[in-house]
């Protein structure tokens, strides 16, 4: 029993937190600057946390994909508008 609990312990952290991170910040720099780059990272990185295991950073993960989202939409309608 004690063997298990020390073997649980030498596990490697998760990087959802930092992938969730990741994806709010490039998702907000996304959105304040329209760059077709960060919108597709913060997607990308946000739906990569959200498949790591644990619940640990999942909101921010949600933030970062709705944030990426958001600037792509705007991205395309602004470039639709576009004389």
Do not use: C, E, N, W
Not at 39 to 68: E, N
């Amino acid at each position: 029993m004690h063997a298990s609990k020390s073997l649980s312990a030498l596990r490697a952290p998760s990087s959802a937190p930092a992938l969730a991170l990741v994806s709010v910040v490039s998702g907000v720099l996304g959105f304040i600057t329209l760059s077709l780059l960060l919108g597709p990272l913060a997607v990308l990185t946000g739906y990569l946390a959200l498949t790591q295991d644990g619940t640990s950073g999942r909101a921010l993960a949600k933030t970062g994909i709705l944030l990426g989202i958001t600037v792509l939409v705007l991205y395309a309608v602004l470039l639709a508008a576009r004389p």
